[in-house]
């Protein structure tokens, strides 16, 4: 069992039926990818290239046309490969008139928890995504950036051994969309597979181990993404406290050796917008 | 389309079951969410306003109060529990589907059937526990009204100096029979099952509809069609009366649409009349049947739908 992909999906197609009007939809092409476990794998593409037409297959809320997918072995169709799942889908809403407490043990309760070990669960969920505070208040209340903390909660909330995670930082400020990225790494360094989405690139670079990029409906580039990302013909070296002097010493050591190297590019690195409104915000609140 | 993944039990994972307890668990949700939206305190308000109209109008005995008193509420409670069961079943799962609670729900180890047994017994629990309260409130003020009822007539009476034995025997008879009786909870239970049985169709038509417009309207058109299933078997089986046509729109019409003329006995109870037990047995068995075919049906469209 310790080589089975936890997630496996093999020459899925799906195809939505036309209307009178509209014709059939072809939403994802012959895709196949695996997920090994413990890994963070990150789906990329642009709207409408399949994604989430993916993951609903992998979870077994769309049927696919083709082909098929399975969890941890266990076929996406089957209801009892949810047992080792929790997904977060894209901008979740959930039931405005229960507090977020009620939220985790309605969650809990479905997944055949009860008792202490289910009022424990949710409150180590709450203390794990920091909602500990707003565990009483409605979820109709909640901000954006709650919301999804609140949806990660209630996927992790039966222990999965698989997280499902559709745009988890969608609409979400930088620190929020940070403290989310610092609980994928942390899900990582537990054992926990992720499978996540996100049009922050940048992010997914942070926390993938591999990542897999769809078009239209097609797998275009899948791999490690050191493999993926490293330009083959070039080195990077970053200095700290260089003089000039030894810039200049660098420069002609590189033009006297010849072979066709050169230095393309010398100058300060950047630092990100994201770390720079990071630091400044934190910042602000320092007295 | 080969399958080369194993299956549940070959892998270890245990296979999930219809469980009750998940059931309840989603009833629950679907009737604490009704009560927040203060479903039920409409529903109690408009009956008790309904009730003081029983009050309100001018007759000539007390059978006619005590008729009156009873048609006006039992009208509005018939009409409310409708009409709660139709909107509620129909907004409750399109928002689950646009909020993509239905979702986070179905990716966990919840099957299908389960989550529309939760829906729909939340939903039940609402009317039947709104029921309950107003069978109480319209029972007691049944009571209350009847006795002083007797009393003014007995007073009545024995100002015009008619009050014989016989003739006080014969108005205790008659506000006895048209006060509170069992007959009264017969009707709600009728009322409930009626309900029940339109709430399901609701569920049916919330499953395959795009639109909580369309549920409830097509709900209610069959609502009216069902109260007329009668004539449409007698048109169905008069050939020389109808063409082939016609005959097969009508045949369709009675084999889909539920019976609903089955729980009328309102008009009976208000009129005094005894409801036997036979009647309420048949009552609750063609509810059971209508809920179980209307239940099955939605299961197998719900169970094929691409969420």
Same mark, same amino acid.
């Given at each position: 069992?310790?080589?089975?992909?936890?997630?496996?999906?093999?020459?899925?197609?799906?195809?939505?039926?036309?209307?009178?009007?509209?014709?059939?939809?072809?939403?994802?092409?012959?895709?196949?990818?695996?997920?090994?476990?413990?890994?963070?794998?990150?789906?990329?593409?642009?709207?409408?290239?399949?994604?989430?037409?993916?993951?609903?297959?992998?979870?077994?809320?769309?049927?696919?046309?083709?082909?098929?997918?399975?969890?941890?072995?266990?076929?996406?169709?089957?209801?009892?490969?949810?047992?080792?799942?929790?997904?977060?889908?894209?901008?979740?809403?959930?039931?405005?008139?229960?507090?977020?407490?009620?939220?985790?043990?309605?969650?809990?309760?479905?997944?055949?928890?009860?008792?202490?070990?289910?009022?424990?669960?949710?409150?180590?969920?709450?203390?794990?995504?920091?909602?500990?505070?707003?565990?009483?208040?409605?979820?109709?209340?909640?901000?954006?950036?709650?919301?999804?903390?609140?949806?990660?909660?209630?996927?992790?909330?039966?222990?999965?051994?698989?997280?499902?995670?559709?745009?988890?930082?969608?609409?979400?400020?930088?620190?929020?969309?940070?403290?989310?990225?610092?609980?994928?790494?942390?899900?990582?360094?537990?054992?926990?597979?992720?499978?996540?989405?996100?049009?922050?690139?940048?992010?997914?670079?942070?926390?993938?181990?591999?990542?897999?990029?769809?078009?239209?409906?097609?797998?275009?580039?899948?791999?490690?993404?050191?493999?993926?990302?490293?330009?083959?013909?070039?080195?990077?070296?970053?200095?700290?406290?260089?003089?000039?002097?030894?810039?200049?010493?660098?420069?002609?050591?590189?033009?006297?050796?010849?072979?066709?190297?050169?230095?393309?590019?010398?100058?300060?690195?950047?630092?990100?917008?994201?770390?720079?409104?990071?630091?400044?915000?934190?910042?602000?609140?320092?007295? | 389309?080969?399958?080369?993944?194993?299956?549940?039990?070959?892998?270890?994972?245990?296979?999930?079951?219809?469980?009750?307890?998940?059931?309840?668990?989603?009833?629950?949700?679907?009737?604490?969410?009704?009560?927040?939206?203060?479903?039920?305190?409409?529903?109690?308000?408009?009956?008790?306003?309904?009730?003081?109209?029983?009050?309100?109008?001018?007759?000539?005995?007390?059978?006619?109060?005590?008729?009156?008193?009873?048609?006006?509420?039992?009208?509005?409670?018939?009409?409310?529990?409708?009409?709660?069961?139709?909107?509620?079943?129909?907004?409750?799962?399109?928002?689950?589907?646009?909020?993509?609670?239905?979702?986070?729900?179905?990716?966990?180890?919840?099957?299908?059937?389960?989550?529309?047994?939760?829906?729909?017994?939340?939903?039940?629990?609402?009317?039947?526990?709104?029921? &309950?309260?107003?069978?109480?409130?319209?029972?007691? &003020?049944?009571?209350?009204?009847?006795?002083?009822?007797?009393?003014?007539?007995?007073?009545?009476?024995?100002?015009?100096?008619?009050?014989?034995?016989?003739?006080?025997?014969?108005?205790?008879?008659?506000?006895?029979?048209?006060?509170?009786?069992?007959?009264?909870?017969?009707?709600?239970?009728?009322?409930?099952?009626?309900?029940?049985?339109?709430?399901? %169709?609701?569920?049916?038509?919330?499953?395959?509809?795009?639109?909580?417009?369309?549920? &409830? %309207?097509?709900?209610?058109?069959?609502?009216?069609?069902?109260?007329?299933?009668?004539?449409?078997?007698?048109?169905?089986?008069?050939?020389?009366?109808?063409?082939?046509?016609?005959?097969?729109?009508?045949?369709?019409?009675?084999?889909?649409?539920?019976?609903?003329?089955?729980?009328?006995?309102?008009?009976?109870?208000?009129?005094?009349? &005894?409801?036997?037990?036979?009647? %309420?047995?048949?009552?609750?068995?063609?509810?059971?049947?209508?809920?179980?075919?209307?239940?099955?049906?939605?299961?197998?469209?719900?169970?094929?739908?691409?969420?």
């Amino acid at each position: 069992m310790a080589d089975t992909p936890a997630v496996s999906v093999q020459h899925l197609t799906k195809v939505f039926k036309g209307t009178l009007v509209k014709g059939a939809f072809r939403a994802v092409h012959d895709l196949s990818l695996e997920v090994k476990a413990g890994e963070v794998y990150g789906l990329i593409g642009p709207n409408g290239s399949g994604k989430s037409t993916t993951m609903k297959a992998i979870l077994g809320l769309l049927k696919p046309t083709e082909g098929h997918t399975s969890i941890f072995g266990v076929p996406s169709t089957e209801v009892s490969s949810r047992h080792s799942v929790g997904f977060l889908p894209e901008n979740p809403y959930f039931y405005k008139h229960l507090t977020g407490r009620e939220t985790l043990r309605f969650y809990g309760s479905l997944c055949g928890m009860s008792g202490t070990r289910l009022k424990d669960r949710a409150e180590e969920m709450l203390v794990l995504t920091g909602l500990e505070d707003a565990a009483t208040r409605r979820v109709g209340g909640y901000s954006k950036g709650m919301l999804q903390r609140l949806g990660l909660a209630q996927a992790l909330i039966h222990d999965p051994r698989l997280l499902v995670l559709d745009e988890p930082t969608a609409g979400v400020d930088p620190a929020g969309s940070r403290k989310i990225r610092d609980l994928i790494i942390g899900f990582r360094e537990r054992g926990i597979t992720v499978l996540v989405t996100s049009h922050l690139l940048e992010q997914m670079q942070e926390v993938c181990d591999r990542v897999g990029i769809m078009a239209h409906g097609r797998m275009v580039r899948e791999g490690r993404l050191e493999d993926l990302i490293a330009v083959e013909n070039q080195t990077e070296m970053v200095l700290e406290n260089a003089t000039p002097e030894l810039l200049a010493k660098i420069s002609d050591l590189v033009a006297k050796e010849g072979g066709g190297s050169k230095i393309l590019h010398s100058g300060h690195p950047r630092t990100t917008l994201e770390r720079l409104f990071l630091e400044a915000t934190n910042e602000s609140k320092k007295p | 389309m080969s399958e080369p993944t194993t299956s549940s039990a070959a892998n270890g994972a245990a296979k999930v079951r219809f469980s009750p307890r998940r059931v309840w668990t989603l009833a629950l949700a679907t009737m604490t969410q009704l009560i927040r939206m203060k479903i039920l305190a409409f529903l109690v308000v408009f009956c008790l306003l309904a009730a003081g109209a029983g009050f309100a109008f001018s007759v000539i005995n007390p059978e006619q109060q005590l008729n009156l008193l009873k048609s006006v509420t039992l009208g509005a409670l018939q009409i409310f529990s409708i009409v709660i069961g139709v909107v509620s079943t129909a907004l409750l799962l399109p928002k689950d589907m646009e909020d993509r609670t239905l979702y986070t729900i179905l990716s966990k180890p919840v099957p299908r059937f389960d989550y529309l047994l939760g829906k729909l017994l939340g939903v039940l629990m609402l009317i039947g526990g709104g029921l &309950i309260v107003m069978d109480a409130v319209l029972s007691l &003020i049944l009571w209350m009204r009847q006795s002083m009822l007797f009393e003014d007539a007995v007073a009545h009476m024995r100002l015009e100096k008619m009050d014989s034995p016989e003739a006080v025997a014969q108005v205790r008879e008659i506000v006895a029979r048209q006060g509170l009786t069992w007959n009264l909870h017969w009707a709600v239970w009728a009322i409930f099952l009626k309900a029940t049985v339109v709430t399901t %169709v609701a569920l049916l038509l919330s499953s395959i509809a795009s639109s909580t417009l369309f549920t &409830i %309207v097509i709900t209610f058109c069959v609502t009216i069609i069902g109260h007329g299933e009668s004539l449409i078997r007698e048109f169905f089986f008069q050939p020389y009366l109808s063409s082939t046509m016609g005959r097969a729109a009508s045949f369709i019409l009675a084999a889909i649409v539920p019976d609903l003329a089955q729980f009328d006995i309102v008009d009976s109870v208000v009129s005094g009349e &005894i409801v036997p037990w036979g009647v %309420v047995y048949d009552m609750t068995g063609i509810a059971a049947l209508y809920v179980t075919v209307y239940l099955f049906v939605t299961h197998l469209l719900f169970v094929e739908k691409e969420l």
